[in-house]
């Protein structure tokens, strides 16, 4: 069974400073790992994701997510945080033979950006 | 970019009445959505898996007849919530694979459609 964990409910960090969102993950085999964004009652919005490749992975806003596979680790990072980005992070994983059929959610990380 | 419509995005609904989402994918074609449920101040929960053509694969522990989904073309799946009651008010979210082909390459998510039932 794969599954993903955000060990903070809640991650508070001053605008323009730096944040991260952890997220660790369980899966069988290689990955396809995730990021997405939901502001208050709206869907999920996709940041990034990480299929193969390099590591260090660029998206949308400025986010970007390394993959460390001995740490079974795909945190997410911003250089500088903005008060819009303040909304519910959620990590994703599926294993690659699911190809992408089966995401298991991690519990979600409320990122609160203050200015 | 790949855009998914939920419609409604709100809707209130009496007990005991059944309530329709709709899940469309705009501009491109769709095999497999999936329909996710979320609690407040929780994670997405995978509901079911709907195929087009077929009848939707239920995770464990969800009412198939309660929850009912038809996915009767590539860009269209509904989730009928039957007889409703307080206890389904939920915030209800699809998302959709695209097809091979299709020229999307990423699950993309509808805005969600919060039910309330009084």
């Known amino acids: 069974a794969q599954s993903v964990a955000q060990p903070e409910d809640q991650v508070n960090v001053a605008e323009g400073n730096p944040l991260t969102v952890k997220c660790t993950y369980s899966?069988?085999?290689?990955?396809?790992l995730f990021w997405y964004v939901q502001y208050p009652n709206r869907g999920l919005q996709f940041l990034l994701k990480?299929?193969?490749?390099?590591?260090l992975v660029k998206g949308s806003y400025g986010f970007e997510a390394e993959f460390n596979k001995s740490q079974t680790s795909f945190h997410l990072k911003k250089p500088s945080a903005l008060v819009s980005d303040s909304a519910l992070y959620f990590c994703a994983v599926s294993a690659i033979n699911n190809a992408g059929n089966m995401l298991t959610f991690g519990g979600g990380t409320r990122l609160m950006v203050k200015p | 970019g790949a855009v998914v419509s939920q419609h409604p995005s709100w809707v209130i609904c009496k007990s005991g009445t059944s309530v329709k989402i709709e899940c469309r994918s705009l501009d491109f074609q769709a095999t497999t959505m999936f329909w996710y449920r979320q609690f407040p101040k929780q994670s997405l929960m995978l509901m079911a898996t709907?195929?087009?053509?077929?009848?939707?694969?239920?995770e464990q522990g969800v009412e198939k007849d309660k929850f009912l989904i038809n996915h009767a073309s590539l860009t269209l799946s509904t989730l009928t919530v039957t007889s409703a009651h307080p206890e389904d008010s939920s915030f209800y979210i699809c998302?959709?694979?695209?097809?091979?082909?299709?020229?999307?390459?990423?699950?993309?998510f509808g805005a969600g459609s919060r039910l309330t039932v009084l």
């Open positions: 998302s959709a694979r695209p097809s091979p082909g299709s020229g999307a390459n990423v699950l993309t």
């Open positions: 899966v069988s085999g290689n990955p396809y």
């Open positions: 709907s195929n087009e053509g077929s009848k939707a694969t239920y």
């Open positions: 990480y299929i193969t490749g390099d590591n």
